[in-house]
């Protein structure tokens, strides 16, 4: 946070307003990676004041995240609406422009959308909905991200054993965990460590669910 204050401050005393609107939208990223989902929103809006072609990719990010917070903060209505509003960006194809400091930094636009939309449908536990945008995002992703491949297994988890659906939870969370082994994900690691155990205490008999536990 404090590189981000001082990038920020630089920014508007340069009156680079895109820059600044790019460290806006990097500190709601901080405040959903901390799950302040209130704190997100507020940085994430603030991301979108400048209404310039320059700024459309960053409003775009910006506004996945103004839905993650309120997804974190259990807003349903609030975060379906900024997830329409970044859909409509995309679909209008932003330009990318010269300097754009979102360049290189985050995968392709229609991507971004549906893992941020997935993540929201977990968050407001819509198991069905985050099945379905999970599996969408994992049949979409690279081959080469196999670290990422392995975070959105166990969130897809997560998302079966909302819908009552513990073998399969066991099946891709194994996979997930083969993979974090595999790239030294301590992220996913920590992830399955926290939703698997709590996720299965209705089946603490299921026999998959007993090996994955205890591996």
């Known amino acids: 946070a404090q590189w981000c204050g001082q990038a920020l401050e630089w920014a508007e005393m340069a009156d680079d307003s895109r820059l600044a609107a790019f460290v806006r939208m990097r500190r709601a990223a901080q405040a959903i990676s901390s799950r302040q989902g209130d704190y997100a929103v507020r940085w994430a809006?603030?991301?979108?004041?400048?209404?310039?072609?320059?700024?459309?990719?960053?409003?775009?990010?910006?506004?996945l995240m103004e839905a993650h917070g309120h997804a974190l903060s259990g807003d349903a209505s609030n975060a379906d609406r900024a997830l329409d509003r970044a859909t409509g960006i995309i679909e209008a194809r932003p330009e990318l422009f010269d300097g754009d400091p979102t360049s290189d930094r985050y995968c392709e636009l229609p991507l971004y959308l549906n893992i941020s939309r997935a993540k929201c449908q977990l968050e407001l536990g819509r198991?069905?909905?985050?099945?379905?945008?999970?599996?969408?995002?994992?049949?979409?992703?690279?081959?080469?991200?196999?670290?990422?491949?392995?975070?959105?297994?166990?969130?897809?988890?997560s998302a079966h054993l909302l819908v009552d659906q513990p073998e399969q939870a066991c099946v891709v969370a194994n996979e997930s965990l083969a993979i974090a082994v595999a790239t030294g994900s301590a992220?996913?690691?920590?992830?399955?460590?926290r939703s698997m155990p709590k996720g299965l205490t209705r089946w603490p008999d299921l026999p998959e669910g007993v090996a994955l536990l205890a591996s």
Request: hydrophobic content about 45%; glycine content about 4%.
């Open 45 to 63: 809006v603030a991301a979108q004041r400048e209404k310039r072609p320059d700024h459309m990719r960053i409003h775009a990010i910006a506004a």
């Open 127 to 157: 198991g069905d909905d985050a099945v379905s945008a999970f599996n969408l995002v994992l049949e979409d992703l690279p081959d080469d991200f196999h670290r990422d491949r392995g975070q959105y297994l166990a969130s897809l988890a």
């Open 187 to 193: 992220r996913t690691l920590v992830e399955l460590r």
